[in-house]
């Protein structure tokens, strides 16, 4: 076996940083889903918790962008799923 050298760790270090700072797209779809998937809930949970005591013109808002959020993660599901 062979001693490692600081060039080899370098080339490692730098590969590992453009691994993380460029990552695939299919990495950045499935980030955007589950950001998506995370409004879906807390606008939901919201809606739970606090519908009672909110006007129903909030309401109306929290309904709207969770029918929005479910409308444009199915669009991209449907796109990653060809």
């Known amino acids: 076996m062979q001693p490692r050298t ?3 760790y370098g080339i490692k270090l ?4 453009s691994s993380i700072f ?3 797209r299919n990495i950045i779809i499935e980030m955007i ?3 998506f998937i995370a ?3 807390a606008l939901a ?3 739970v918790f606090k519908g009672d005591t ?3 013109n909030d309401i109306t808002v929290f309904i709207v962008g969770i029918f929005g959020s479910m409308v444009f ?3 991209l599901y449907s796109r990653i799923s060809r």
């Open 6 to 8: 600081f060039t080899d």
């Open 14 to 17: 730098s590969q590992a940083g």
């Open 22 to 24: 460029a990552p695939s």
């Open 33 to 35: 889903m589950v950001q």
């Open 39 to 41: 409004i879906i809930i």
């Open 45 to 47: 949970s919201i809606l």
């Open 54 to 56: 909110m006007a129903s």
């Open 73 to 75: 993660l199915g669009t």
